[in-house]
T-cell receptor, first 114, second 115 residues
Framework: DQQVKQNSPSLSVQEGRISILNCDYTNSMFDYFLWYKKYPAEGPTFLISISSIKDKNEDGRFTVFLNKSAKHLSLHIVPSQPGDSAVYFCAASGPGAGSYQLTFGKGTKLSVIP | ETGVTQTPRHLVMGMTNKKSLKCEQHLGHNAMYWYKQSAKKPLELMFVYNFKEQTENNSVPSRFSPECPNSSHLFLHLHTLQPEDSALYLC??????????????FGPGTRLTVL
């Protein structure tokens, strides 16, 4: 049973427009959420995060929104650039047996078209 | 070297071979992780080490054997693997796995193919 879901496997956006990537979760114990970006042949790179006590966090062109009641978060990229083309993973932090663990979604492949 | 490094980047092995994956972190972190990424699946956590002590083993088959000699180095010893073990194996590190606010930093991964 997937606890973190990214229902869109892919997304195409025109350069300069807004990219919106969505993520849903089911476990109410998750209290910290992260977005990672992955280029081919590289490991995931941390992009931005948000604590469950906030509903928005912004860092330059990247903004993450959290709706706790809906168990939904989204990543907004504006304006989108061709270099943003990558796979984006949503991750949620929650307690494991002996330490906090990250649970990942399957990822959304973003293509920004010049 | 900076960040998290992994060697080899690519590995092809037969089912009867023994091989090891190596990970090194240069970030001064206390925790290290092994993940498996298979096609069309989320990253799956395999093992967690905190201050060299294993704190998580997510029901990983014994043909995968981790070793953490110190907080900077992590190995994954592979023995009698199956073709379905072919995947991208990612190593990560973080400062404090006892805190929820715990960003993990990943290496580039080892692409493993089991014939």
């Amino acid at each position: 049973d997937q606890q973190v879901k990214q229902n869109s496997p892919s997304l195409s956006v025109q350069e300069g427009r807004i990219s919106i990537l969505n993520c849903d979760y089911t476990n109410s114990m998750f209290d910290y959420f992260l977005w990672y970006k992955k280029y081919p042949a590289e490991g995931p790179t941390f992009l931005i995060s948000i604590s469950s006590i906030k509903d928005k966090n912004e860092d330059g062109r990247f903004t993450v929104f959290l709706n706790k009641s809906a168990k939904h978060l989204s990543l907004h990229i504006v304006p989108s650039q061709p270099g943003d083309s990558a796979v984006y993973f949503c991750a949620a932090s929650g307690p494991g047996a002996g330490s906090y663990q990250l649970t990942f979604g399957k990822g959304t492949k973003l293509s920004v078209i010049p | 070297e900076t960040g998290v490094t992994q060697t080899p980047r690519h590995l092809v092995m037969g089912m009867t071979n023994k091989k090891s994956l190596k990970c090194e972190q240069h970030l001064g972190h206390n925790a290290m992780y092994w993940y498996k990424q298979s096609a069309k699946k989320p990253l799956e956590l395999m093992f967690v080490y905190n201050f060299k002590e294993q704190t998580e083993n997510n029901s990983v088959p014994s043909r995968f054997s981790p070793e953490c000699p110190n907080s900077s180095h992590l190995f994954l010893h592979l023995h009698t693997l199956q073709p379905e073990d072919s995947a991208l194996y990612l190593c990560a590190s973080s400062q404090d796995p006892q805190s929820s606010y715990n960003e993990q930093f990943f290496g580039p991964g080892t692409r493993l193919t089991v014939l």
